[in-house]
């Protein structure tokens, strides 16, 4: 098993400059990573580093919160698709999951799907909000909008990704998607007992310390 192609090799954070991308892209290629994972604003740049190479390119939108109306998340989904993004971690609309706006829900991820078409879509649970159920059932509403993927965190909540809840997101969607763990998984003994619980793809600012352990 080789765990660089499971790394979404990410940098988030409001004060990532320039050079820090450069260093991402960099290192990505380096490790041959299976994707970086950036903020909107810095897609242009990242694929010009990328260039022809097999890393893909992973953005997020509605970022952190989820909280914005579903057209500027789809407006800002189209804006990364045509920037050259080859996947989209969108946010979950929690306060209409936790109203029981489901249909709403469905709705905003077929609709953002439907807008990147080919590229990949994970949508972000932010599980330290939910219950065990809440889980199962965002899981459920994720298959229902066409998601290809489903994420725990944004890493900009209370709580990163736990074991438990990538156990229950493998419960509930199975093989229909691919689990995402992200959020506070800094070594690669913590990355591999998420594989281990089912996880496809691991989200991290550590890829480059976990190839060296």
């Known amino acids: 098993m080789h765990l660089n192609q499971y790394i979404d090799h990410t940098l988030l954070k409001p004060t990532a400059t320039e050079d820090d991308i450069k260093t991402l892209c960099e290192e990505a290629l380096h490790h041959n990573f299976y994707a ?3 903020n909107s604003c810095y897609l242009p740049l990242a694929r010009e580093i990328l260039g022809t190479s097999e890393v893909k390119l ?5 970022f952190p919160l989820g ?14 698709v045509k920037q050259g993004a ?5 946010v ?4 209409w999951f936790k109203s029981g706006r489901q ?4 709705t905003e991820i077929m609709s953002i799907k439907s ?26 509403l994720c298959l229902k909008g066409g998601a290809d993927m489903v994420k725990t965190s944004t890493g900009f909540g209370p709580q990163g990704a736990t074991l438990k809840a990538v156990k229950i997101m493998k419960d509930s ?12 998984i800094r070594d690669r003994e913590t990355a591999l007992e998420y594989i281990k619980a089912g996880a496809t793809r691991i989200g991290t600012s550590s890829g480059v310390i976990m190839m060296k352990e």
Request: charged share 25%; hydrophobic share 45%.
């Open 86 to 90: 080859d996947e989209i971690d969108m």
């Open 67 to 80: 909280a914005m109306a579903t057209e500027a998340k789809i407006s800002e989904a189209k804006y990364c």
């Open 115 to 140: 807008a990147i078409q080919k590229a990949v879509l994970k949508v972000i649970l932010e599980t330290c909000y939910l219950s065990d159920e809440e889980i199962r059932t965002a899981c459920e």
């Open 173 to 184: 969607v199975g093989d229909k998607a691919g689990i995402k763990a992200s959020g506070g």
């Open 103 to 106: 249909q709403q829900v469905i």
């Open 58 to 62: 992973a953005a997020v939108i509605g």
């Open 92 to 95: 979950l609309n929690l306060g």
């Open 36 to 38: 970086v994972c950036v």
